[in-house]
């Protein structure tokens, strides 16, 4: 039996018949391709109008397959199928082309752009003939979410979804969540201080019902699919007993190893070998670094354990292996800053005064390691002039092209702090001054009128080679001032280097083992970065914060409430269909070669001794198809991809394969 | 003599992950390149059997591009380093018939990659049009006299099959 086909080439306004002669592409599809039965265009296929005609279509003309040629299925593939449905067509007899992506916004030659438009149209339509009627798998959703990061996203996320009454595992890789949120002393533009803000819901996040917080902990294998992921979390051995220590303290008082603590205090504090990251951690319980710890090396000490009065040290701790079973992740694994030392002419680790913006912050932090006494590298000497540099490492194509979005309105803040807490003179160097959300712009004339100094210009050095007497003992910041239009250098006691936001250096690790994506510089990307922006090309894994991108607080919780409204949706609808291609074997074509079962990525081959052939287990596998292209025997079918639709699809890519010959050696007409 | 006006016509398998959503995105982008690479979306560039190219090129394309998320980023893992493999032996096996090996290319193209992956198009396109057609159909098409001695060897064949039984 042959099929009906119905063909619709969208005009998309004049995105696509601005460039695609659209009426032609009809007219010939109808004229030339097989089997069709309508071939139309249409203004917008997307409205309801243009659904309706599909549906119209479906049910007076009787199609049986239905192509369009608009965007990219990417974007309207599920728009259609819904049509089909809707008319009683299964959803899978129908194909997309995308004329608008691949062709009308890349190329302006009319003539060519059509007809590569038929040879998508007709590729479609020869595919669509051979689809097979397939129903999307409807797999149930675990109420349960894993949360991968501490920080106040996934604090947010974690939150949001304990509160509608379901059960949240929130692991931390850090033996305190709270994240880089903890380190800061006041956040912009409202200078609340952030600890203040922070920890209450740190602790709300330890104490609710809901939460399982899995802290000093990491996520070492992630297996499933969306409704039900398998998790593999290694708690790290504290070498504490959680149930007995009470967080008294003592064990990190009486320790007599003091280590430099390159985390939490950015390196400009100490801590000791047992220890809490800040006194308001959550969970209160210490750990014990085993690198710096006297008995992990020396086999001596023990101090700890013997003023411990509930008897929680315990150095036989193993790591523990957990297994999660969870039906959404939301990863929150947050950013890292960029590594100042790399711009060697500002100095960072050579000359002492030259400061990063998150030392600065510890600096002025009360519970930092100088009670928030701004002093210099000595600590002591308190600093008359600051010159803080912006953009370092951001904005610049060497590191990162991209703006940080945090930096202008910290530096601001530091501005405000400087001339709060001290005499100093503080001076902005800056390239563009970028406070763009509500209430910064107002922050900024504030600065103004405080005294914060403004020079416009990329800092070229920092330097303490002195060229006149003021400049002895000082750093100088050699700028061009831009709106002066000269060189100017400015002599400060402390420059600040407002560091910009990287990603995570593990990220592409973290994506792989989630299966999501990066952009070129490892940031995980979004399912669409207007409409989309919390969810990933995986379903079920969704993302919020700076592992997203540079974005400040109130951002960063923004999409952690919105990854959770997103998961939320899931549950309460309790299942969720995920498409039906996956690959089978054909037990009678099948030579039992095994080849397939090494290819698989996902260990769903299993071979099948007693009748010596392989099998697919359906609810492993993810549709790749690399098994498919390469069973030698040919046994194994792609669903929706298969070889014959593949290859139909070639034939109509290549409609006109005889075209330019044609042109080439003109046959003569009569025989 | 090369033909002017040639146009070269591609095929183009294209991972759905990275790959065609970096082609969405050089859509988006309103990047301009060559229209000659026609798209077949497969979920991975691991389902891209060598008999696809093959076929390809035994129904008429000038050229084949496959483009997959870079090595390491696949969305299934690892699937993309058997298209390395298989690319490979593709192109060693063409080089062995007498085709040029630049008429196949692979492309790893991220979803924020379409800048690069246009980029690819069009380079591929000018070489394969400096190349000029493979016209792989027509040269596989025998002389008459050769159908001919074809034909009569058959009937032969099918004689002695009859005999013998």
């Given at each position: ?110 003539e060519?752009a ?48 304990a ?38 819901r ?42 007995d ?97 790399r ?34 590298r ?72 405080e ?99 540079a ?8 999409q ?21 291609i ?44 690399t ?6 025997a ?13 290859m139909a ?16 050696q ?6 | ?79 993309n ?13 063409l ?13 790893w ?57």
């Amino acid at each position: 039996m042959s099929e009906r086909i119905g063909i619709y080439v969208c005009h998309c306004g004049s995105n696509i018949a601005g460039v695609v002669d659209v009426e032609e592409v009809a007219r010939w599809a109808g004229e030339n391709i097989e089997d069709v039965v309508i071939a139309r265009d249409y203004k917008f296929m997307c409205s309801s109008l243009g659904q309706e005609l599909i549906e119209e279509d479906i049910r007076k003309e009787g199609l049986t397959r239905v192509v369009v040629g608009a965007c990219s299925p990417h974007l309207h593939e599920k728009t259609f199928r819904r049509a089909c449905a809707n008319a009683g067509l299964n959803p899978y007899f129908f194909q997309m082309a995308s004329l608008r992506e691949q062709i009308a916004w890349v190329t302006k030659d009319r003539e060519r752009a059509t007809k590569k438009a038929k040879s998508l149209i007709a590729a479609a339509a020869e595919r669509v003939a051979l689809h097979a009627e397939l129903e999307p798998f409807t797999v149930p959703v675990n109420p349960a979410t894993l949360v991968v990061g501490g920080g106040i996203a996934g604090i947010q996320a974690s939150l949001e979804l304990a509160e509608a009454g379901y059960p949240v595992y929130l692991v931390e890789r850090e033996p305190s969540i709270g994240g880089h949120m903890a380190q800061f002393d006041k956040t912009f533009p409202t200078l609340d201080c952030a600890a203040c803000i922070l920890t209450p819901r740190m602790s709300e996040a330890e104490a609710h019902e809901n939460i399982t917080l899995l802290s000093y902990s990491e996520v070492e294998e992630v297996s499933g699919f969306v409704g039900s992921f398998k998790v593999k979390v290694r708690k790290n051995a504290r070498y504490v007993v959680e149930e007995d220590c009470t967080g008294c303290g003592i064990c990190t008082e009486k320790c007599p190893t003091s280590v430099v603590d390159d985390v939490f205090e950015a390196g400009i504090g100490y801590r000791k070998a047992i220890y809490r990251p800040f006194p308001q951690a959550v969970p209160k319980y210490p750990v014990i670094d085993t690198e710096s710890c006297l008995y992990f090396n020396t086999g001596k000490c023990r101090i700890c354990e013997k003023v411990c009065p509930t008897e929680a040290i315990d150095f036989e701790q193993q790591d523990e292996l957990i297994e999660l079973e969870v039906g959404n992740i939301i990863l929150a694994t947050g950013y890292e800053t960029f590594d100042a030392t790399r711009i060697t002419q500002y100095g960072y680790g050579r000359l002492p005064n030259v400061f990063t913006s998150l030392e600065f912050e510890r600096l002025c932090n009360a519970a930092g390691p100088t009670e928030g006494k701004l002093v210099l590298r000595d600590g002591v000497t308190e600093p008359k002039s600051i010159g803080i540099i912006h953009c370092v490492g951001s904005r610049d194509v060497h590191y990162n092209p991209g703006c940080s979005a945090i930096c202008c309105m910290s530096a601001l803040k530091f501005g405000h702090l400087a001339i709060e807490k001290s005499e100093a003179d503080v001076t902005s160097f800056y390239i563009d001054m970028r406070p763009i959300a509500k209430g910064y712009e107002e922050f900024y004339d504030r600065l103004m009128e405080e005294g914060m100094h403004f020079v416009r210009g990329r800092v070229a050095e920092v330097t303490d080679v002195a060229l006149a007497p003021e400049e002895e003992g000082k750093l100088i910041v050699q700028v061009e001032d831009t709106l002066l239009g000269k060189q100017r250098r400015v002599p400060v006691d402390m420059v600040v280097l407002m560091v910009g936001l990287e990603p995570r250096p593990d990220a592409r690790d973290v994506a792989l083992r989630f299966g999501i994506s990066c952009s070129m510089n490892g940031w995980f990307t979004e399912r669409h970065p207007k409409l989309d922006p919390v969810a990933t090309m995986t379903d079920g894994i969704f993302i919020a914060g700076t592992c997203q991108g540079a974005k400040d607080i109130p951002d960063s919780v923004a999409q952690g409430a919105a990854a959770a409204a997103r998961v939320l949706s899931m549950i309460t609808r309790g299942h969720v269909q995920i498409e039906p291609i996956v690959a089978e074997i054909n037990p009678e074509q099948c030579s039992g070669c095994r080849i397939c079962n090494e290819l698989c990525p996902f260990n769903a081959i299993d071979y099948i001794e007693a009748d010596a052939v392989s099998e697919i287990n359906t609810a492993l596998c993810k549709g790749c198809g690399t098994c498919v292209a390469a069973c030698p025997a040919g046994a194994i079918t792609g669903a929706h991809f298969s070889n014959q639709q593949i290859m139909a699809e070639l034939d109509g890519l290549l409609f006109d394969v005889n075209e330019h010959d044609e042109t080439m050696q003109p046959e003569p007409t009569a025989a | 003599m090369p033909d002017e006006n040639f146009e070269p016509k591609i095929i183009g398998f294209f991972c759905n992950w990275c790959s065609y959503r970096a082609a969405d995105m050089a859509g988006t982008a309103r990047m301009n390149y060559e229209p000659n690479v026609r798209i077949i979306r497969v979920m991975c560039s691991g389902r891209v059997d060598p008999d696809f190219v093959m076929a390809a090129f035994a129904k008429g394309a000038d050229g084949v591009l496959i483009a997959g998320c870079h090595p390491g980023e696949c969305h299934y893992n690892n699937q993309n380093f058997k298209t390395m493999r298989r690319y490979a032996l593709l192109k060693h096996t063409l080089r062995a018939i007498g085709v040029e090996e630049e008429r196949i290319r692979l492309q790893w193209a991220s979803a924020a990659e379409g800048a690069i992956l246009a980029r690819s198009i069009d380079e591929m396109v000018e070489r394969v049009r400096e190349l000029g057609p493979l016209n792989w159909p027509k040269q596989w098409e025998a002389p008459p006299e050769v159908e001919e001695a074809i034909k009569m060897m058959e009937a032969e064949h099918a004689e002695a099959l009859e005999v013998t039984a």
